[in-house]
C-alpha cells in the first residue's frame, strides 16, 4: 500500500517561499510510469494541478505557475520537494501530493493534504 503525506509549514509570508514536502512510503519513487504530482485546492475552488517530477527526474509544470515553480526530489529519502517563489494570499490553499499512474491514467493515490495559508 503506497502512502505519501506532505509536511512543511502552515503560515508563509507574502513574497516569502513556500516548501512542502512529500514523504512516499510502500513504493520507491522512481519506479517506472510514476509521476509524482502536486495539486491544490484553493478555499471555495476546485483542483489546480501544479507540476509533477516523473520516475526518471524529469519536472513539468503548469504554465500559469511555471515561473515561480521547482519541484525537486530526494531518493535516499523517497521523498519529492514544492517550491512556489514569491507567494501571495492567493496561494493560499490545500496543497496535495499524489501519485499520478500513467499506466492507468489517473491518479491512484493521495496524500491527506495540508493548509498552507499566505498571511503576514
Known amino acids: 500500500q503506497v502512502q505519501l503525506q506532505e509536511s512543511g509549514p502552515g503560515l508563509v509570508k507574502p513574497s516569502q517561499t513556500l516548501s512542502l514536502t512529500c514523504t512516499v512510503s510502500g513504493g520507491s519513487i522512481t519506479t517506472n510510469y510514476y509521476y509524482w504530482s502536486w495539486i491544490r485546492q484553493p478555499p471555495g475552488k476546485g483542483l489546480e494541478w501544479i507540476g509533477y517530477i516523473a520516475y526518471s527526474g524529469s519536472t513539468y509544470y503548469s504554465p500559469s505557475l511555471k515561473s515561480r515553480t521547482s519541484i525537486s526530489r530526494d531518493t535516499s529519502k523517497n521523498q519529492f520537494t514544492l517550491q512556489l517563489s514569491s507567494v501571495t494570499p492567493e496561494d493560499t490553499a490545500v496543497y496535495y501530493c499524489?501519485?499520478?499512474?500513467?499506466?492507468?491514467?489517473?491518479?491512484?493515490?493521495w496524500g491527506q493534504g495540508t493548509q498552507v495559508t499566505v498571511s503576514s
Open positions: 499524489a501519485r499520478d499512474n500513467k499506466g492507468l491514467g489517473y491518479v491512484d493515490y
